[in-house]
């Protein structure tokens, strides 16, 4: 399976964004991009589509960041990907020839597996657990 550059840049910076949730202070691009290894220039046009999606939201100014919108634990993996890259979910396969309809109903099939298994994981679930693991900025 071939995962984009830019669902797996949104999950790290999710995942990121997880650790300061609550807290009255928002994260800068620079310091998510270091923290990440996420290109600034790159990561601005990703935070723009999660905050057009609805998954983080920003303030601009001096005090200005970005925050998830909403608690990890009711960020998806599937609406990550529903918002950054939502060609990874179709599955659009002919029912031409004899063997047509059968090879579309198993890619359809394993396009609902795996909507279900990115249903099932969320942001939660990519922080870490230990304090070996945690990154602090």
């Given at each position: ?97 004899q063997s047509g309809a059968r090879v579309s109903a198993a890619w359809r099939d394993v396009a609902a597996a795996l909507e279900a298994a990115l249903k099932s994981r969320t942001v939660e679930n990519l922080l870490s ?9």
């Amino acid at each position: 399976m071939k995962i984009s550059l830019k669902v797996e840049y949104a999950c790290r910076v999710l995942g990121q964004l997880a650790r300061a949730y609550g807290k009255t202070k928002l994260a800068h691009i620079e310091t998510l991009a270091k923290a990440e290894a996420v290109p600034a220039n790159y990561l601005v046009q990703i935070l723009n589509e999660l905050r057009n999606g609805g998954l983080i939201v920003s303030r601009r100014g001096k005090q200005g960041g970005y925050a998830l919108a909403r608690a990890a634990s009711e960020i998806s993996l599937y609406d990550i990907v529903r918002v950054v890259d939502a060609e990874m979910l179709e599955a659009p396969v002919s029912t031409a020839g004899q063997s047509g309809a059968r090879v579309s109903a198993a890619w359809r099939d394993v396009a609902a597996a795996l909507e279900a298994a990115l249903k099932s994981r969320t942001v939660e679930n990519l922080l870490s657990r230990d304090a070996a693991e945690m990154w602090h900025i």
